[in-house]
């Protein structure tokens, strides 16, 4: 069996990259590739390597195509590769070159361990919908050759997620519990726990609350997010090891489940919750009214010396879920209900009811010929816009991530209203500067030009980015240094710099299912 398996880059930019065994590993636009190339997604391959059966599964994410061999592999597909096989990140560019240590000796054995005929174990790749929840857009592997979990433990849905004690007797009545500031704090009295031994139980009180709880009737369970273990600042055991110390310690039945990573099941987002009702809880019905969930990420202000919470992730979680929200203070203790702050963005409050252009009466297009300026956030509803509506009105859109550069842009805008057509400029346009290229060169051409501001937030576009990756929608995901960066350059157009008009557009949702809508409704963000 290979012991190492790597991506060799053709034109020696960086040191080959490992791809361990059996773990998904996702490249593309980075430091570590060194590809700045703006057609390339962040996340543009997903790559699974086996070393039993010297191979690498392929699975192209990102937007442009990738490239096998010189052959293209289109957008969800996926390609087995061989030793030797060339992985093009971006069709024909970007090249590297799969490399196992040592290389296979014998394809015809490897042929037959890929078709069954040997006695090596097989790995068996499905997609799972999720449903309220769906979709990292990662690959859902069914293992036969998971190594042994320790007793009462399962990890599901590619490492995704961890239960204990999932066969526990199910009930109407839960009791959920964060576990980290809410269950236990830390020995050392920091922040963050300096090892897996760093925990002590938070209040003395706890074990007899719960024992109290348990003896009503209720199901006891931790909701947990742990998303350093996909980080690789912790271990898989390790989390398990501390979880099973804990319950021990607390001397009452508990069932938990633990988000790995940031996807669909770390909360707020439902998806922990969702598995539960479906698959583990003996498919009890849950009374909401009745239930209840503690969490320290509670949105609380600073008070005092004591510093405000990190996130509201567990109080939109119970949110989310549609039952009563308690601190550790207030349920273990008996406090009075403490001050919190909601996010300023509601997505349950999205009016899809509004006009699309402020004012009402916007004209579109205005004029025989004419170039429209978009303003706005990624996720703001920019190329959705241009793409639908603009697209069927005649115009032309010049969009920098996909054709390269602002200069093209200028290009497009000037050739295509040369032969009178319409152009839309589907970029961020954050400043004077950006806006300055394209009204200079309509002016030259005495073309009209208007500016239109997406009147979307910078949440409300975060959120909107959640949503996508949630569903599986063919966008990369973006880092809030990018949201970020827009708003410390952002300076609100006016028409003194050369635009006719300036017209604002309200974000219109459009869902494909009402479970979408119903996911979108949901609080998508911890903070």
């Not at 996926?78 to 040592?102: C, M, R, S, W």
């Not at 068996?124 to 919908?129: F, G, L, P, Q």
């Not at 978009?374 to 010049?398: D, E, R």
């Amino acid at each position: 069996m290979a012991k190492r398996c790597i991506l060799k880059c053709l034109k020696d930019l960086h040191p080959p990259m490992s791809l361990p065994d059996r773990r998904n590993i996702i490249i593309g636009r980075s430091r570590e590739t060194k590809i700045k190339d703006k057609r390339c997604s962040k996340t543009q391959v997903e790559l699974y390597a086996d070393y039993s059966v010297y191979t690498v599964t392929m699975r192209q994410i990102g937007a442009n195509t990738t490239g096998v061999n010189g052959n293209p592999l289109k957008f969800g597909n996926t390609a087995v590769l061989k030793h030797n096989d060339i992985v093009e990140v971006l069709l024909g560019d970007h090249q590297y070159k799969v490399e196992f240590e040592p290389a296979p000796v014998n394809s015809i054995l490897i042929k037959e361990r890929l078709q069954g005929g040997s006695d090596m174990p097989r790995k068996a790749v499905e997609k799972r919908d999720l449903s309220d929840d769906r979709g990292s857009g990662r690959l859902k592997r069914a293992c036969t050759d998971k190594p042994s979990q320790p007793e009462g433990w399962e990890e599901l849905y590619d490492g995704d997620l961890l239960v204990y004690n999932r066969n526990m007797k199910g009930s109407s009545k839960i009791a959920g519990y964060d576990m980290d500031g809410t269950l236990i704090t830390t020995k050392s009295g920091k922040v963050f726990a300096q090892g897996p031994n760093d925990w002590k139980i938070i209040f003395p009180q706890v074990p007899g609350k719960l024992k109290e709880l348990h003896d009503n009737g209720y199901k006891l369970i931790i909701f947990t997010n742990q998303a350093g273990i996909a980080a690789g600042k912790q271990t898989v055991p390790g989390i398990q090891k501390k979880i099973g110390a804990i319950i021990a310690e607390l001397g009452v039945p508990f069932q938990a489940i633990v988000s790995t990573g940031k996807g669909p099941y770390r909360k707020p987002a439902l998806g922990m919750w969702n598995f539960l009702l479906k698959e583990a809880n003996q498919g009890i019905d849950i009374d909401l009214h009745s239930s209840m969930y503690v969490g320290d990420a509670a949105g609380r202000p600073a008070v005092a010396k004591k510093k405000k919470d990190f996130s509201n992730g567990d109080r939109l979680f119970a949110l989310n879920i549609g039952i009563p929200f308690f601190t550790p203070e207030e349920h273990f203790l008996g406090i009075k209900t403490e001050q919190f702050i909601l996010p300023e963005f509601d997505p349950r409050k999205v009016d899809n009811s509004k006009p699309l252009f402020e004012p009402s009466s916007a004209q579109v297009p205005k004029h025989k010929v004419e170039v429209a300026v978009f303003v706005g956030y990624p996720g703001s509803g920019k190329s959705f816009l241009a793409s639908t509506h603009f697209a069927k009105l005649g115009y032309v859109q010049a969009n920098r991530d996909t054709i390269g550069s602002w200069q093209k842009c200028v290009a497009l805008l000037e050739k295509s209203t040369q032969e009178g057509k319409h152009v839309v400029i589907d970029n961020t346009n954050p400043d004077v500067e950006s806006r300055k290229r394209y009204i200079d060169a309509a002016k030259k051409l005495n073309i009209p030009i208007r500016c239109f501001i997406f009147n979307v937030s910078k949440d409300h576009c975060r959120h909107n980015n959640k949503f996508r990756t949630f569903t599986g929608a063919s966008h990369e995901n973006i880092s809030d240094m990018v949201y970020n960066m827009y708003k410390s350059k952002y300076v609100e157009p006016t028409l003194k710099e050369g635009f006719e008009e300036i017209i604002r557009v309200n974000f219109i949702p459009k869902f494909r299912t009402a479970k979408d809508e119903a996911l979108y409704r949901k609080f998508l963000l911890e903070k």
